[in-house]
């Protein structure tokens, strides 16, 4: 697990240049990392769908979700042009569908849990992360999504 790691890092931080095929495989590796974790041995549970005001509160301790959806979050628009509002949306959803995509991949495996509430600390991560890119924004950050990194050579 810690050369899964260490490959996790060097994808997040060729992602954060702006090399699509990075982000594209960490992502995946995100997902995979569930199946892995339980040796691909499937042990489906049912996701709990309903919950109420209380429980919609309490999830937003979930910070662990926060953190990695605003890191997300910046990752995903790092492969985007941001001279608009629409690649802001654009890789919110994007992370939204992450999110849900977790929660199946808990479900189906087996490891976690699989709630739809895990959804409210994954969208107050994606606001968290939008703010971090406005602000890296403000301070001239650039994107430059590409999916080589031939274009860093010039």
């Known amino acids: 697990m810690w050369l899964l790691t260490g490959l996790r ?5 060729l992602s954060l240049l ?3 095929w990075a982000y594209v495989a ?8 569930f ?5 691909f041995g499937f042990d489906p549970h049912q996701c709990e769908l309903t919950f109420d005001l209380p429980l919609a509160i309490y999830s937003l301790t979930n910070y662990a979700h926060i953190v990695l959806f605003a890191f997300g979050y910046v990752l995903t628009s790092a492969q985007f042009r941001l001279s608009k509002w629409r ?8 992370m939204l569908v992450f999110g849900a995509l977790v929660e199946i991949a808990e479900g189906v495996t087996g490891q976690g849990h699989c ?3 895990d959804l409210i600390p994954d969208t107050a991560g994606v606001l ?4 971090i890119v406005l602000g890296f924004k403000r301070i001239g950050w650039k994107p430059r999504p590409s999916w080589s ?3 860093r050579r010039r």
């Open 18 to 20: 702006g090399a699509r």
């Open 115 to 117: 709630r739809s509430r």
């Open 26 to 33: 960490f992502m995946v590796l995100g997902l995979l990392y």
């Open 87 to 94: 690649p802001f949306v654009w890789a919110a959803a994007i």
């Open 149 to 151: 990194l031939m274009w």
């Open 35 to 39: 199946p892995m974790k339980v040796g």
């Open 9 to 13: 890092v060097v994808l997040a931080i």
């Open 128 to 131: 968290i992360g939008c703010v």
